[in-house]
C-alpha cells in the first residue's frame, strides 16, 4: 500500500504559486544580513521535506536532498529549486 501512496504520488503537481512562495521564502534570509546564515539553518532541513512531500518519489528523495545542501551552502539561496523542479515536473507530466 505505501508503494502505491509512493507511485501516485509521484505524478502529482504541485501549485506554481506554492512552489513560487517557497523559492521567495528561502530567498529572503539572503537578503538579512549575518542573520540570514543562521535563519539558513532552520530553514534548510524544513525546505529539504517540504519538497519531499511535495514531488515525493525518486524526484523528492534527490531533490530534497538538493534543497537542503542549496539552503545550507553560502550564495546558493538564489537557486530557485521548487520552481525548477516544478517545471520539470510538469514537463515529465506531458503538460
Not at 505524478?11 to 542573520?35: H, N, Q, R
Not at 525548477?84 to 515529465?92: D, T
Request: hydrophobic share 55%; charged share 15%.
Amino acid at each position: 500500500m505505501a508503494e502505491l501512496k509512493t507511485l501516485t504520488q509521484e505524478k502529482t503537481l504541485p501549485p506554481f504559486l506554492l512552489c513560487v512562495a517557497l523559492d521567495l521564502m528561502g530567498m529572503v534570509s539572503f537578503t538579512i544580513p549575518f542573520i540570514g546564515e543562521f535563519a539558513d539553518l532552520i530553514w534548510a532541513p524544513l525546505s529539504a521535506l517540504i519538497y519531499f512531500r511535495l514531488f515525493g518519489g525518486k524526484m523528492g528523495v534527490f531533490g530534497g536532498a538538493f534543497s537542503f545542501l542549496e539552503e545550507v551552502l553560502p550564495i546558493t539561496d538564489v537557486i530557485p529549486t521548487f520552481t525548477i523542479s516544478w517545471y520539470f515536473r510538469k514537463r515529465a507530466m506531458g503538460l
